[in-house]
């Protein structure tokens, strides 16, 4: 083979490569940005977290057959300490027994904390302090099973043209107080040191951006009650203003969530989202190769599962 057409064929083979490899990296940045967060993706959710508890077996209760038959079992050749607890057991049979009566018959306190997972009938039992469930289901950024929390920026990127990028963590935690019908406190926190976008290409430039070396968290802080009057008589999602004050780098500005929640079964699914203006919190846009241009602005958005403390 002449030593032209060596050459040629050599351009051919690398033309090939590389154009194998923008396919590739259109395929992956294309086919990687997740939806925007919506209430129906968080009811299913919910109803998936609460399957999953039920189908887990639960351990035999204090005072059930089973675990009687087990402790009332006694060891090979212990039969003498048995009847000496049956001797001993004697005197306070009758006090017992009428301690399990008042408590079949209903007689505990009835200001006691409702159970985390107990059916709730009206929006007044919604009263309580309720936490993000940090606890079940899995986060990865094309397919969360629980809480997460991020962002989405436009952008334009190199021999692809306009791209939405995104950018989540499940690492959030936080609670909200109810009472009385209104939400009278939420308090919401995210690490950003876990943040992670479409591209890992992006992720060291969005840290660096973000300041997360000296500011690892953002949080959110409600400053007006909400009212929630009738919202589970209703069955229908609630949509809310919820004014608060965001910090993200340190700096604290307020902001107006727009969101949406509803109670299923025992979980309250909400999501949200607002637009923020990057200058606000010190944050300069992220330069990469690959993004020739990205918007000054983005939207920050949640999909939080909540449960009874």
Not at 35 to 61: K, T
Not at 162 to 171: K, L, S, W
Not at 190 to 197: E, Y
Not at 239 to 259: C, E, F, H, M, R
């Amino acid at each position: 083979m002449s030593t032209r057409r060596r050459t040629v064929l050599t351009v051919v083979v690398l033309l090939v490569i590389v154009a194998a490899a923008a396919a590739i990296g259109v395929w992956r940045v294309l086919g990687d940005a997740p939806d925007e967060v919506s209430l129906a993706e968080a009811e299913e959710l919910a109803e998936q977290l609460q399957e999953d508890a039920g189908s887990e077996p639960a351990a035999p209760a204090a005072g059930s057959d089973a675990a009687e038959d087990e402790s009332a079992a006694p060891e090979e050749g212990d039969s003498g300490g048995a009847g000496a607890a049956d001797d001993g057991a004697a005197g306070s049979g009758a006090g017992d027994g009428d301690a399990r009566a008042e408590s079949a018959a209903g007689g505990s306190d009835p200001d006691e904390a409702a159970a985390p997972d107990a059916t709730v009938a009206s929006t007044a039992e919604l009263d309580g302090t309720w936490t993000v469930d940090a606890e079940t289901g899995e986060f990865t950024l094309e397919d969360a099973t629980g809480s997460f929390a991020g962002f989405r920026v436009d952008e334009e990127l190199a021999r692809i043209g306009a791209f939405t990028a995104v950018g989540r963590t499940g690492d959030v935690s936080g609670t909200l107080e109810i009472a009385d019908e209104h939400v009278t406190s939420v308090e919401i926190e995210v690490d950003l040191t876990t943040l992670r976008t479409d591209d890992s290409r992006r992720d060291g430039a969005v840290q660096r951006a973000l300041g997360t070396s000296q500011h690892p968290a953002a949080t959110f802080s409600l400053t007006t009650e909400l009212d929630i009057g009738g919202a589970v008589e209703s069955g229908e999602p609630v949509s809310l203003a919820a004014p608060g004050d965001l910090t993200v780098k340190g700096i604290t500005q307020p902001v107006t969530i727009n969101i949406e929640a509803r109670l299923v079964g025992s979980v309250i699914a909400v999501v949200g989202s607002v637009e923020i203006t990057f200058a606000d919190f010190d944050v300069t846009v992220p330069q990469v190769p690959i993004v020739l241009s990205a918007e000054d602005h983005g939207i920050m958005e949640f999909l939080l599962l909540f449960r009874r403390s």
